[in-house]
Protein backbone atom coordinates (compact mmCIF):
# COMPACT_ATOMS: atom_id res chain seq x y z
CA UNK A 1 0.00 0.00 0.00
CA UNK A 2 0.97 3.74 -0.74
CA UNK A 3 0.36 6.28 2.04
CA UNK A 4 0.93 10.11 2.00
CA UNK A 5 1.59 11.39 5.37
CA UNK A 6 1.93 15.46 5.23
CA UNK A 7 3.34 16.54 8.07
CA UNK A 8 5.71 13.62 8.18
CA UNK A 9 8.78 15.34 9.24
CA UNK A 10 6.97 16.75 12.42
CA UNK A 11 7.39 14.45 15.66
CA UNK A 12 4.34 12.65 15.55
CA UNK A 13 4.47 12.58 11.49
CA UNK A 14 7.96 11.07 11.93
CA UNK A 15 7.42 8.25 14.15
CA UNK A 16 4.39 7.36 11.65
CA UNK A 17 6.74 7.19 8.56
CA UNK A 18 8.56 4.43 10.62
CA UNK A 19 5.52 2.36 11.60
CA UNK A 20 4.22 2.39 8.38
CA UNK A 21 7.84 1.06 7.18
CA UNK A 22 8.15 -1.41 9.56
CA UNK A 23 4.69 -2.88 8.16
CA UNK A 24 5.99 -2.92 4.74
CA UNK A 25 4.20 0.06 3.15
CA UNK A 26 5.23 2.74 0.96
CA UNK A 27 5.92 6.23 2.27
CA UNK A 28 5.45 9.76 0.81
CA UNK A 29 6.23 12.53 3.40
CA UNK A 30 4.97 15.91 2.15
CA UNK A 31 6.45 18.55 4.91
CA UNK A 32 7.32 22.36 4.50
CA UNK A 33 9.69 22.27 7.54
CA UNK A 34 7.82 25.00 9.15
CA UNK A 35 7.48 23.84 12.65
CA UNK A 36 9.16 19.97 12.01
CA UNK A 37 12.47 19.49 10.72
CA UNK A 38 14.48 16.88 8.47
CA UNK A 39 16.17 15.59 11.41
CA UNK A 40 13.46 13.72 12.07
CA UNK A 41 13.93 11.52 8.91
CA UNK A 42 17.10 11.57 8.47
CA UNK A 43 18.03 8.18 9.86
CA UNK A 44 15.17 6.26 7.30
CA UNK A 45 17.10 4.69 4.87
CA UNK A 46 14.38 2.76 3.14
CA UNK A 47 13.72 2.44 -0.92
CA UNK A 48 9.87 3.02 0.13
CA UNK A 49 10.20 5.71 1.46
CA UNK A 50 10.37 9.16 -0.28
CA UNK A 51 10.37 12.90 0.80
CA UNK A 52 8.61 15.72 -0.83
CA UNK A 53 8.98 19.03 0.54
CA UNK A 54 5.94 20.84 -0.70
CA UNK A 55 3.23 23.36 1.21
CA UNK A 56 -0.08 21.81 1.33
CA UNK A 57 -2.03 24.35 1.47
CA UNK A 58 -0.70 24.84 -2.05
CA UNK A 59 -2.44 21.83 -4.39
CA UNK A 60 -0.52 18.62 -5.09
CA UNK A 61 -0.92 15.93 -7.80
CA UNK A 62 0.38 12.86 -8.19
CA UNK A 63 0.60 10.13 -11.18
CA UNK A 64 0.71 7.64 -9.24
CA UNK A 65 -1.47 5.78 -7.02
CA UNK A 66 -2.24 7.02 -3.90
CA UNK A 67 -3.92 4.12 -1.09
CA UNK A 68 -4.39 6.57 1.88
CA UNK A 69 -3.50 9.83 2.97
CA UNK A 70 -3.04 10.79 6.37
CA UNK A 71 -3.12 14.82 6.78
CA UNK A 72 -1.00 15.47 9.69
CA UNK A 73 0.51 18.79 8.98
CA UNK A 74 -0.36 21.99 10.92
CA UNK A 75 1.52 23.38 13.99
CA UNK A 76 0.78 21.62 16.75
CA UNK A 77 2.13 23.68 19.94
CA UNK A 78 1.19 26.69 21.45
CA UNK A 79 4.24 28.42 20.93
CA UNK A 80 4.10 27.39 16.56
CA UNK A 81 0.29 28.40 16.37
CA UNK A 82 0.47 31.78 18.40
CA UNK A 83 3.65 32.68 16.15
CA UNK A 84 2.17 31.22 13.40
CA UNK A 85 -1.32 31.89 13.49
CA UNK A 86 -2.48 32.33 9.48
CA UNK A 87 -0.41 29.86 8.76
CA UNK A 88 -2.60 27.60 11.12
CA UNK A 89 -5.62 28.94 9.53
CA UNK A 90 -4.62 27.96 5.98
CA UNK A 91 -3.08 24.50 6.61
CA UNK A 92 -6.67 23.53 8.65
CA UNK A 93 -8.77 24.87 6.02
CA UNK A 94 -6.85 25.11 2.64
CA UNK A 95 -4.42 22.34 3.62
CA UNK A 96 -7.20 20.08 4.07
CA UNK A 97 -9.44 20.84 1.60
CA UNK A 98 -6.15 20.18 -1.14
CA UNK A 99 -5.61 16.66 0.97
CA UNK A 100 -9.24 15.78 0.86
CA UNK A 101 -9.20 16.48 -3.17
CA UNK A 102 -5.83 14.52 -3.44
CA UNK A 103 -7.98 11.60 -1.89
CA UNK A 104 -10.16 11.97 -3.40
CA UNK A 105 -9.10 11.63 -6.85
CA UNK A 106 -7.17 8.55 -6.29
CA UNK A 107 -10.01 6.91 -4.44
CA UNK A 108 -8.08 6.93 -1.62
CA UNK A 109 -8.87 6.73 2.24
CA UNK A 110 -8.36 10.00 4.24
CA UNK A 111 -7.08 10.37 7.78
CA UNK A 112 -7.44 14.42 9.55
CA UNK A 113 -5.18 14.28 12.93
CA UNK A 114 -7.39 16.39 14.54
CA UNK A 115 -7.13 17.27 18.31
CA UNK A 116 -8.77 17.18 21.73
CA UNK A 117 -8.46 21.03 21.30
CA UNK A 118 -11.75 20.86 19.36
CA UNK A 119 -12.61 20.37 22.66
CA UNK A 120 -11.67 23.88 24.19
CA UNK A 121 -12.03 24.07 27.83
CA UNK A 122 -14.45 21.71 28.40
CA UNK A 123 -17.30 21.79 30.77
CA UNK A 124 -17.43 17.95 30.82
CA UNK A 125 -14.48 15.52 31.87
CA UNK A 126 -13.41 13.14 30.62
CA UNK A 127 -14.63 14.01 26.97
CA UNK A 128 -16.25 11.55 25.07
CA UNK A 129 -16.57 12.22 21.02
CA UNK A 130 -20.41 13.26 21.76
CA UNK A 131 -19.07 16.27 23.35
CA UNK A 132 -19.63 19.31 21.11
CA UNK A 133 -17.12 21.43 23.05
CA UNK A 134 -16.34 24.73 24.68
CA UNK A 135 -14.25 26.99 21.99
CA UNK A 136 -13.28 30.72 22.07
CA UNK A 137 -13.37 31.17 18.23
CA UNK A 138 -11.80 34.71 18.78
CA UNK A 139 -8.88 33.79 21.55
CA UNK A 140 -5.68 33.79 20.55
CA UNK A 141 -5.96 29.66 20.55
CA UNK A 142 -8.80 29.89 18.02
CA UNK A 143 -6.60 29.94 15.29
CA UNK A 144 -5.68 25.95 16.15
CA UNK A 145 -8.72 25.39 17.54
CA UNK A 146 -11.15 26.09 15.01
CA UNK A 147 -9.14 25.25 11.70
CA UNK A 148 -9.01 21.87 13.57
CA UNK A 149 -13.27 22.21 13.73
CA UNK A 150 -13.52 23.43 10.42
CA UNK A 151 -11.04 20.05 9.37
CA UNK A 152 -13.45 18.01 10.53
CA UNK A 153 -16.46 20.25 9.40
CA UNK A 154 -15.09 19.44 5.87
CA UNK A 155 -13.66 15.92 6.47
CA UNK A 156 -17.42 14.76 7.02
CA UNK A 157 -18.81 17.13 4.54
CA UNK A 158 -16.68 15.09 1.80
CA UNK A 159 -17.78 11.72 3.64
CA UNK A 160 -21.70 12.67 3.36
CA UNK A 161 -21.47 14.34 -0.39
CA UNK A 162 -18.64 12.45 -2.08
CA UNK A 163 -18.94 8.83 -0.02
CA UNK A 164 -15.71 9.27 0.66
CA UNK A 165 -14.29 7.14 2.83
CA UNK A 166 -12.69 9.33 5.70
CA UNK A 167 -11.40 8.73 9.23
CA UNK A 168 -11.39 11.41 12.15
CA UNK A 169 -8.46 11.25 14.64
CA UNK A 170 -8.85 13.63 18.18
CA UNK A 171 -5.15 13.47 19.43
CA UNK A 172 -4.57 13.78 23.01
CA UNK A 173 -1.46 15.58 24.44
CA UNK A 174 1.02 13.26 23.58
CA UNK A 175 4.92 13.28 24.40
CA UNK A 176 7.74 10.91 23.39
CA UNK A 177 11.62 11.01 21.36
CA UNK A 178 11.65 14.08 18.65
CA UNK A 179 9.68 16.64 20.40
CA UNK A 180 11.75 20.16 19.95
CA UNK A 181 12.87 20.54 23.79
CA UNK A 182 11.83 24.33 23.18
CA UNK A 183 8.68 23.61 21.58
CA UNK A 184 6.76 25.18 24.94
CA UNK A 185 4.66 22.31 25.46
CA UNK A 186 4.62 21.10 29.28
CA UNK A 187 6.62 17.58 29.10
CA UNK A 188 9.81 18.61 26.99
CA UNK A 189 9.73 21.96 29.27
CA UNK A 190 9.87 20.09 32.69
CA UNK A 191 12.24 17.50 31.51
CA UNK A 192 14.86 19.87 29.88
CA UNK A 193 14.47 22.17 33.09
CA UNK A 194 14.87 19.07 35.14
CA UNK A 195 18.17 17.83 33.04
CA UNK A 196 19.46 21.64 33.67
CA UNK A 197 18.90 22.18 37.36
CA UNK A 198 16.77 24.86 36.33
CA UNK A 199 13.01 25.77 38.28
CA UNK A 200 10.11 24.21 36.65
CA UNK A 201 7.84 26.49 35.52
CA UNK A 202 4.71 25.89 35.91
CA UNK A 203 1.30 28.22 34.38
CA UNK A 204 -1.26 29.07 36.54
CA UNK A 205 -1.33 27.03 39.87
CA UNK A 206 -0.47 23.78 38.64
CA UNK A 207 -3.94 22.45 39.43
CA UNK A 208 -5.49 22.05 35.84
CA UNK A 209 -5.48 18.64 34.94
CA UNK A 210 -3.20 16.83 31.74
CA UNK A 211 -3.08 12.91 30.33
CA UNK A 212 -0.04 12.29 28.57
CA UNK A 213 0.08 9.19 25.51
CA UNK A 214 3.19 7.92 24.54
CA UNK A 215 4.03 8.15 21.28
CA UNK A 216 4.24 4.50 19.80
CA UNK A 217 0.79 3.91 21.43
CA UNK A 218 -0.50 7.07 19.93
CA UNK A 219 0.83 6.30 16.39
CA UNK A 220 -0.51 2.71 16.78
CA UNK A 221 -4.41 4.16 17.44
CA UNK A 222 -3.93 6.23 14.19
CA UNK A 223 -2.48 2.99 11.81
CA UNK A 224 -5.82 1.08 13.45
CA UNK A 225 -8.33 3.40 12.71
CA UNK A 226 -7.08 3.89 9.24
CA UNK A 227 -7.72 0.42 8.72
CA UNK A 228 -11.17 0.30 9.96
CA UNK A 229 -14.47 1.28 8.72
CA UNK A 230 -15.35 3.72 11.38
CA UNK A 231 -16.03 7.35 9.89
CA UNK A 232 -17.21 9.15 13.11
CA UNK A 233 -14.18 10.74 15.28
CA UNK A 234 -12.28 8.66 17.91
CA UNK A 235 -10.20 9.62 20.78
CA UNK A 236 -6.50 8.41 20.89
CA UNK A 237 -4.91 9.02 24.08
CA UNK A 238 -4.52 7.98 27.39
CA UNK A 239 -6.96 8.66 30.00
CA UNK A 240 -4.20 8.56 33.28
CA UNK A 241 -5.20 12.14 33.97
CA UNK A 242 -2.65 14.09 36.66
CA UNK A 243 -2.44 17.61 37.83
CA UNK A 244 0.57 19.45 36.20
CA UNK A 245 2.10 19.92 39.91
CA UNK A 246 1.52 16.00 40.00
CA UNK A 247 3.55 15.67 36.81
CA UNK A 248 6.28 18.18 37.75
CA UNK A 249 6.74 15.77 40.82
CA UNK A 250 7.01 12.44 38.44
CA UNK A 251 9.49 14.23 36.01
CA UNK A 252 11.91 15.44 38.92
CA UNK A 253 11.81 11.83 40.78
CA UNK A 254 12.47 10.29 37.30
CA UNK A 255 15.57 12.36 36.84
CA UNK A 256 16.40 13.00 40.60
CA UNK A 257 17.01 16.73 39.92
CA UNK A 258 16.52 19.10 42.97
CA UNK A 259 14.48 21.68 40.65
CA UNK A 260 11.90 23.09 41.99
CA UNK A 261 8.14 24.48 41.15
CA UNK A 262 8.00 28.41 39.97
CA UNK A 263 4.29 29.84 38.68
CA UNK A 264 3.84 32.12 35.87
CA UNK A 265 0.34 33.55 34.75
CA UNK A 266 -1.95 30.85 32.88
CA UNK A 267 -2.06 31.49 29.50
CA UNK A 268 -5.68 32.85 28.10
CA UNK A 269 -8.41 30.01 27.60
CA UNK A 270 -5.97 27.57 29.20
CA UNK A 271 -8.43 24.00 29.40
CA UNK A 272 -8.95 23.49 33.13
CA UNK A 273 -9.25 19.58 32.31
CA UNK A 274 -7.96 17.06 29.85
CA UNK A 275 -8.58 13.39 29.70
CA UNK A 276 -9.91 11.63 26.60
CA UNK A 277 -12.57 9.43 27.28
CA UNK A 278 -11.53 5.96 25.09
CA UNK A 279 -14.80 3.85 25.43
CA UNK A 280 -14.68 4.45 21.45
CA UNK A 281 -11.12 3.65 20.58
CA UNK A 282 -11.18 0.53 22.89
CA UNK A 283 -14.97 -0.78 21.03
CA UNK A 284 -14.17 -0.04 17.84
CA UNK A 285 -10.35 -0.37 17.54
CA UNK A 286 -9.49 -3.15 20.21
CA UNK A 287 -6.69 0.08 20.98
CA UNK A 288 -5.64 1.30 23.97
CA UNK A 289 -2.45 2.50 25.54
CA UNK A 290 -0.10 -0.24 27.03
CA UNK A 291 3.46 2.20 27.44
CA UNK A 292 3.08 3.39 31.78
CA UNK A 293 3.99 7.09 31.98
CA UNK A 294 7.30 5.86 34.13
CA UNK A 295 8.81 3.97 30.74
CA UNK A 296 7.71 6.62 28.16
CA UNK A 297 9.34 9.40 30.29
CA UNK A 298 12.44 7.92 30.42
CA UNK A 299 12.95 6.39 26.70
CA UNK A 300 12.22 10.67 25.95
CA UNK A 301 14.63 11.58 28.98
CA UNK A 302 17.12 9.47 26.96
CA UNK A 303 16.13 11.26 24.21
CA UNK A 304 16.77 14.78 25.49
CA UNK A 305 20.01 13.59 27.79
CA UNK A 306 21.10 12.42 24.39
CA UNK A 307 19.72 12.66 20.58
CA UNK A 308 19.37 9.10 19.30
CA UNK A 309 17.50 9.41 15.81
CA UNK A 310 15.81 6.56 14.09
CA UNK A 311 15.44 4.76 17.86
CA UNK A 312 11.63 3.73 17.22
N1 LIG B 1 1.58 16.11 19.58
C1 LIG B 1 0.40 16.19 20.16
O1 LIG B 1 0.27 16.04 21.38
C2 LIG B 1 -0.84 16.46 19.32
C3 LIG B 1 -2.07 16.58 19.99
C4 LIG B 1 -3.21 16.81 19.24
C5 LIG B 1 -3.15 16.90 17.86
N2 LIG B 1 -1.95 16.78 17.24
C6 LIG B 1 -1.93 16.93 15.77
O2 LIG B 1 -1.03 16.00 15.18
C7 LIG B 1 -0.36 16.60 14.08
C8 LIG B 1 1.15 16.51 14.26
O3 LIG B 1 1.53 17.20 15.44
P1 LIG B 1 3.04 17.20 15.97
O4 LIG B 1 2.99 17.25 17.43
O5 LIG B 1 3.79 16.11 15.29
O6 LIG B 1 3.52 18.63 15.46
P2 LIG B 1 4.83 19.04 14.63
O7 LIG B 1 4.86 20.52 14.58
O8 LIG B 1 6.02 18.31 15.15
O9 LIG B 1 4.50 18.43 13.20
C9 LIG B 1 3.67 19.08 12.27
C10 LIG B 1 4.34 18.99 10.91
O10 LIG B 1 3.50 19.62 9.93
C11 LIG B 1 4.34 20.36 9.05
N3 LIG B 1 3.53 21.40 8.42
C12 LIG B 1 2.87 22.43 9.02
N4 LIG B 1 2.25 23.18 8.08
C13 LIG B 1 2.50 22.61 6.88
C14 LIG B 1 2.14 22.92 5.54
N5 LIG B 1 1.38 23.99 5.24
N6 LIG B 1 2.57 22.11 4.55
C15 LIG B 1 3.33 21.02 4.81
N7 LIG B 1 3.72 20.68 6.08
C16 LIG B 1 3.31 21.47 7.08
C17 LIG B 1 5.43 20.91 9.97
O11 LIG B 1 6.58 21.34 9.29
C18 LIG B 1 5.68 19.71 10.87
O12 LIG B 1 6.67 18.86 10.34
C19 LIG B 1 -0.88 18.04 13.99
O13 LIG B 1 -1.91 18.08 13.03
C20 LIG B 1 -1.44 18.31 15.37
O14 LIG B 1 -2.47 19.23 15.33
C21 LIG B 1 -0.79 16.58 17.94
Given at each position: MKAIITGGAGFLGSHLCDLLLLKGHEVICVDNLITGSAQNIEHIESDRFTYLEHDVTKPLYFGDRIDYVFHLASPASPIDYFALPIQTLKVGALGTYNMLGLAKEHAARFLLASTSEVYGDPLVNPQPETYWGNV??????GVYDEAKRYGEAITMAYHRYHGMDTRIARIFNTYGP????????VVPNFINQALRGEDLTVYGDGSQTRSFCYVSDLVDGLFRLMMSDFSDPVNIGNPGEMTVLEFAEVVVGIIGSDSRVVFEDLPVDDPKVRRPDISRAKDVLGWEPVVGLEEGLKETIRYFEKPIRGSY
Amino acid sequence: MKAIITGGAGFLGSHLCDLLLLKGHEVICVDNLITGSAQNIEHIESDRFTYLEHDVTKPLYFGDRIDYVFHLASPASPIDYFALPIQTLKVGALGTYNMLGLAKEHAARFLLASTSEVYGDPLVNPQPETYWGNVNPIGPRGVYDEAKRYGEAITMAYHRYHGMDTRIARIFNTYGPRMRAGDGRVVPNFINQALRGEDLTVYGDGSQTRSFCYVSDLVDGLFRLMMSDFSDPVNIGNPGEMTVLEFAEVVVGIIGSDSRVVFEDLPVDDPKVRRPDISRAKDVLGWEPVVGLEEGLKETIRYFEKPIRGSY
